[in-house]
């Protein structure tokens, strides 16, 4: 019932910085916990970063903490991931999730609908 478009991604050097946008449409966008995950050739999908259905709440893979950042803005159906100091390792198809729910999900399973996905490529 919920639809899901990412943009924003690109070829970037190592150092450099992306910001992703997801928009949502179908339904009110304020009653979905969101989450943005990644997945590398080869690699099962993993968690970049959460947010709860109010912004209120976040989380962070270990390996992201620190240089990415993930928001939202209802008022315009969007979540974001501010992507800073890439490294090759964040290589991969980024795919924002959503799930109706007030509690903060950290895992794929926990998500119900996803997007088509956007290509990060980092060189080094």
């Known amino acids: 019932q919920v639809q899901l478009v990412e943009s924003g991604g690109g070829l970037v050097q190592a150092g450099g910085s992306l910001r992703l946008s997801c928009i949502a449409s179908g339904r009110p966008f304020s009653w979905y916990g969101m989450g943005w995950f990644r997945q590398a050739p080869g690699k099962e999908r993993e968690v970049v970063g959460t947010?709860?259905?109010?912004?209120?709440?976040?989380y962070y893979a270990d390996s992201v903490k620190g240089r990415f950042t993930i928001s939202r803005d209802n008022a315009k159906n969007t979540l974001y991931l501010q992507m800073n100091s890439l490294k090759p390792e964040d290589t991969g198809v980024y795919y924002c999730?959503?799930?109706?729910?007030?509690?903060?999900?950290?895992?794929?399973?926990?998500?119900?609908?996803w997007g088509q996905g956007t290509q990060v490529t980092v060189s080094s």
């Open positions: 947010i709860t259905r109010s912004g209120g709440s976040t």
């Open positions: 999730a959503a799930r109706v729910t007030p509690v903060l999900k950290t895992t794929a399973s926990d998500f119900d609908s």
